[in-house]
């Protein structure tokens, strides 16, 4: 275990120690894992590993090596055994609005009806039914409880949690559906079986764990397991930066980490290279400054003191100092002051340098803040404010939806009260800001006029063939939009909206306007979706690539900043009342594994103390304490006597220059189909769709395709198990109407019997014709890829086969054999490509490159051999390469109107259409 205090080179570490481990001949890439807290730390970490390993020239093909986090390599165990899990293919992972709104899907089945006017026994409201439910569901399953055990508590309460549960988790798994917790519990339960564990660890040596502190019950457990042969686990983290308690996270599993082995080395990293010496000192004094001790058995933190950099520059000035406010305009108005004074001075190159961190960024919290700063012409970035409501393009387009499904006025809304009555205030201002900028004669009106009119014009039988989504790529070809559209945050934050039309649309089943469903339609959609969304808020788009957009003070809560540094950072909420919830806790403790670790009344200290010790470990030159309240007692040592803004020596600060350390960009990802092929398609529906993350109206993907795909592949998976002599018909029926059933759950347009008799049909022809080929199958769904200078290049083959020591890759293709040279030599390309990546990582040339053509009956007409070339993979990476560079420049020009196909299908026709492209 590595303890590793703040700004001591914890990542560092990790990507030396595993880069060792690889020089030293100790594993091979694929036989180490690297589990990160995010997928950008992820990506980052794996470029690190890159870089550092080009330094010491260790040349072996790195592509192999899992850089992932504890959800991802969840997703890859089930991927690799599904068909020994609850879920099919396809199946989708939950997020925390789509488990609400899954809840709120089987409510009856799940809640039930209230009994003495509470729901569960506890809860007065649907919504807070849903969001309390959720979070029990979470922690039974994180925790591992035994439904069992809880279902026969005398408490009237949990029994009926326990029920819920129950229903809960057959509702997920018969929708195709999971949620996070239960992610990891199903890749727990897979490590659980002796067979499959041995098959998912059998080429595992090293695990190495970033963020340990943050882990909960069941990633310890399953990470235990994990290891537990090999036992090569090396786990990485701060006790004293465990932020994570209301998501689950236990700090105990990083304090009790060595007391699970017999042998486990504890290495402490206590240097700190980011900050001042003067911060280290002061921060550290202060987290020493209570009590952790444990009268009853392991401390609460690890006995340490973090040091500055012996070979560090430490110049004299005021690095810690605190601003005072007569209120919170006055306290606002300092920090604003002191912002404009370091740039003014020179101290900062760039706004950017200066971070506020606040324990929220609601507006009730940021106001004063964005507001000071804005009067002294600061622009400021605080994406996380959940404002998205109040950008103008948002405002606009849902008083659109509102006037289109008639919610307005008051026969259209019902009785309102509470987060609804709020929603409607804000529709009727935007209504208002609608009819004074766009009433007739504009476009705009007489559009909404006629799609009103066409609603209420429906009878009885009948509808339109349009979803609400359709209603808005219509609206985005009117203007005012298309002018937002050429406002890349403004198009950024329509996108948004697209995801969530697309999100109701699956999850209230609205697949088109009826005469029976329209009523139903603007009641969910309002009342109860957006009523939701409204009363939670959302974030603004924040772009991954440039998450601190030069030119602007940086506002963002304390758990954002974590694992950032910057010059200057700012901390305010030293006099909010910061409270833990324990109710969960104290009701489920008893049937958790293990026994409660930290006292119930000294955790929301231990927990305060946690969150501001992260925050005021994140500058590197400049640490302001900020409150126009006197600090909780718990400050006191950190906050008296410090100097205070603009009372301090302003010469020696004004005299210093702070510079910001470029952060190494992270490599993206692209993909042959994903990428390559519908740039060149259309480079504007990559704009939008892949770029900007707009989501279609409709599906793209083919029903017919994707049920033959799958049930080969369960049939593949079938025979590596070796149960190829136990495969049947029956067998196979069973995993077709599996794939079926949950595709039609998804969003895609289904097909009809006739269609689906040729889709099984299609599945036994080839299993009939090629079982004996089967037992050389190795791999299936195999992930290729292949780091280029400025990307890396990613794909899937279908089937891997070998057999005396030669390879063979295979794609299927659900269609007649194809004569289409364009296409064909599409495909020569892509197969060329990832066998140039296999042979790279077997060592060895891949014999044949085939495609199957499972429409042909016959299976000499179905394989298609494509032979190798090198010469082609270097022309196909030329050509890849020039896509990669027009997209990374951002060129999405369209030189050549596409097939009128393509055009008539794309949800942006109108668009281009209004704009004379098509």
């Not at 925050?615 to 640490?623: E, K």
Request: with cysteine.
């Amino acid at each position: 275990m590595v303890i590793a205090g703040p700004g001591s080179g914890k990542t560092y570490s990790i990507v030396l120690r595993a880069l060792n481990l690889l020089l030293l001949g100790k594993a091979e890439p694929s036989q180490m894992v690297l589990c990160t807290f995010t997928e950008k730390a992820a990506f980052e970490m794996r470029d690190r590993i890159g870089a550092a390993a080009r330094k010491v020239a260790f040349e072996n093909d790195l592509s192999e090596l899992h850089v992932t986090t504890l959800h991802g390599l969840c997703n890859r165990f089930i991927a690799k055994h599904r068909h020994h899990s609850p879920l099919g293919n396809n199946y989708e992972t939950l997020d925390e609005l789509t488990q609400l709104l899954f809840i709120f899907e089987h409510f009856d089945q799940i809640v039930g009806a209230p009994e003495n006017d509470l729901f569960l026994h506890r809860w007065k409201t649907k919504w807070t039914a849903i969001e309390g439910a959720r979070n029990y569901f979470d922690k039974i399953t994180e925790e591992l409880v035994e439904i069992d055990q809880l279902a026969g508590s005398a408490d009237p309460f949990l029994r009926s949690i326990a029920g819920a549960y129950r229903a809960y988790e057959s509702a997920l798994y018969q929708n195709n559906r999971v949620d996070f917790a239960h992610l990891q519990r199903i890749a727990y339960d897979l490590l659980a079986d002796r067979t499959i564990c041995v098959d998912l660890t059998k080429d595992i040596r090293y695990v190495l764990v970033d963020e340990y502190q943050d882990t909960n019950t069941v990633q310890e457990q399953l990470l235990l397991k994990l290891t537990e042969h090999s036992g090569n686990l090396c786990v990485v983290g701060d006790e004293d930066q465990s932020l994570y308690r209301f998501r689950g996270a236990t700090v105990r599993n990083i304090l009790e980490f060595p007391t699970r082995f017999s042998r486990c080395p504890v290495i402490k990293l206590t240097l700190n290279y980011r900050s001042h010496r003067d911060i280290v000192e002061r921060y550290d004094r202060w987290m020493a400054s209570i009590d952790w001790s444990n009268p009853n058995g392991t401390a609460f933190r690890y006995d340490k003191t973090i040091q500055p950099a012996p070979d560090g520059v430490h110049p004299g000035y005021p690095a810690v100092m605190s601003i005072w406010g007569r209120d919170h305009r006055d306290e606002a108005q300092r920090f604003a002051d002191l912002a404009a004074f370091l740039k003014k001075e020179g101290v900062v190159e760039d706004y950017s340098q200066i971070a506020l961190l606040l324990h929220s960024v609601r507006e009730n919290h940021s106001r004063s803040y964005l507001s000071a700063l804005e009067a002294r012409g600061i622009p400021a970035f605080c994406p996380r404010a959940r404002a998205y409501f109040d950008n103008p393009e948002i405002g606009l387009i849902l008083a659109c939806f509102a006037l289109i499904f008639g919610w307005h006025g008051d026969g259209g809304r019902g009785q309102l009260a509470g987060a609804a009555a709020d929603l409607a205030r804000y529709v009727d201002r935007n209504l208002v800001e609608l009819a004074a900028k766009f009433a007739p004669p504009l476009p705009l009106a007489h559009q909404l006029r006629r799609w009103v009119d066409e609603i209420a014009a429906l009878e009885s039988g009948q509808s339109l063939d349009l979803r609400p989504a359709d209603y808005f790529y219509r609206i985005l070809a009117i203007d005012p939009f298309p002018g937002f559209l050429k406002n890349e945050n403004r198009a950024r934050n329509l996108a948004i909206f697209s995801q969530l039309l697309n999100t109701f649309q699956n999850y209230y089943h609205y697949n088109i306007v009826t005469f029976g469903n329209r009523e139903y339609l603007r009641f969910h959609l309002f009342n109860s979706f957006f009523r939701l969304l409204y009363d939670g808020g959302i974030n603004e788009y924040e772009d991954p690539d440039r998450p601190f957009p030069k030119g602007h003070v940086q506002v963002m809560t304390i758990h954002q900043a974590k694992g950032l540094e910057f010059p200057v950072v700012v901390v305010g909420s030293l006099s909010k009342q910061l409270s833990t919830s324990k109710r969960i806790d104290r009701d489920l403790s008893p049937f958790y594994r293990r026994p409660v670790f930290e006292p119930e009344n000294r955790i929301t200290l231990f927990d305060r103390m946690r969150l501001h010790y992260v925050a005021f470990s994140r500058p590197q030159r400049l640490l302001v304490l900020t409150a126009h309240e006197p600090p909780k007692d718990h400050f006191a040592s950190i906050w008296q006597g410090l100097p205070q803004w603009p009372y301090v020596e302003t010469e020696l600060l004004a005299a210093q220059r702070f510079t910001l350390r470029e952060r190494m960009p992270v490599k993206k990802c692209y993909s042959f189909t994903g990428d390559l092929k519908i740039y060149e398609t259309c480079p504007r529906q990559y704009q939008f769709f892949r770029e900007y993350d707009f989501t279609p109206s409709r599906s793209a993907v083919i029903f017919f395709g994707l049920l033959v795909h799958q049930t080969i592949e369960d049939i593949h998976r079938t025979a590596m198990d070796g149960q190829l002599d136990n495969l049947n018909q029956p067998q196979i029926r069973f995993f077709f109407e599996r794939n079926f059933r949950f595709l039609c759950l998804s969003d895609v347009r289904p097909i009809g019997d006739a269609a689906k008799e040729g889709a099984f049909t299609q599945v036994m022809n080839y299993f009939r014709q090629n079982q004996a080929e089967m037992r050389r199958v190795i791999q299936t769904e195999v992930d290729v890829s292949l780091e280029k200078d400025g990307y890396i290049l990613v794909g899937k083959v279908d089937l891997l086969m070998g057999q005396d020591n030669k390879l063979e890759l295979l794609d299927f293709k659900t269609s007649e054999r194809s004569t289409d040279p364009t296409l064909l030599s599409t495909y020569e390309d892509q197969l060329c490509t990832y066998a140039h990546v296999l042979e790279r990582r077997h060592g060895k040339n891949p014999e044949r490159l085939l495609l199957y053509w499972t429409a042909e009956p016959d299976k000499s007409a179905a394989l298609m051999e494509i032979p190798y070339r090198p010469d082609r993979v270097e022309a196909a990476g030329r050509r890849f390469d020039q896509v990669v560079t027009r997209i990374q420049a951002r060129d999405f020009t369209v030189n050549r109107t596409p097939e009128s196909k393509v055009c008539k299908e794309c949800d942006l026709k109108a668009l281009c259409g209004a704009e004379g492209k098509i």
